[in-house]
């Protein structure tokens, strides 16, 4: 399983941002894709993950209301659209493929496959 994250930028406060990460080799029964972040100095924390079949979504509670997690089976892409951006949410975002339960979306070691990475960063 390959992941290729993109749609990061440069914004201000308060603007709209869409990431997108495109899911290529096999799938997997029950596969959840989901978006970590990490700001410099932090550890990686969880955004949102959606399972592939079905469609369950969970949030990190910092993110609700303001990011939706999507996912288009058919392109083989996961959206998350962020609005309302706040400085804190300044990070590398990463999106992983994985296998979690859904009370363990937020677990990073149950993620197996990473992308590379894409800045998004908040300015005032």
């Known amino acids: 399983v390959q992941l290729q994250a993109s749609g990061g930028g440069l914004v201000q406060a308060g603007d709209s941002l869409r990431l997108s990460c495109t899911v290529s080799g096999r799938t997997f029964s029950g596969e959840v894709i989901s978006w970590f972040r990490q700001a410099p100095g932090k550890e990686r924390d969880f955004v949102a993950g959606?399972?592939?079949?079905?469609?369950?979504?969970r949030y990190a509670d910092s993110v609700k209301g303001r990011f939706t997690i999507s996912r288009d089976n058919l392109k083989n892409t996961v959206l998350l659209q962020m609005n309302g951006l706040k400085l804190e949410d300044t990070a590398v975002y990463y999106c992983a493929a994985g296998r979690p339960i859904f009370s363990a979306f937020d677990s990073t070691d149950l993620y197996g496959y990473w992308g590379q990475g894409t800045q998004v960063t908040v300015s005032s």
């Open positions: 959606i399972r592939r079949q079905g469609g369950t979504t």
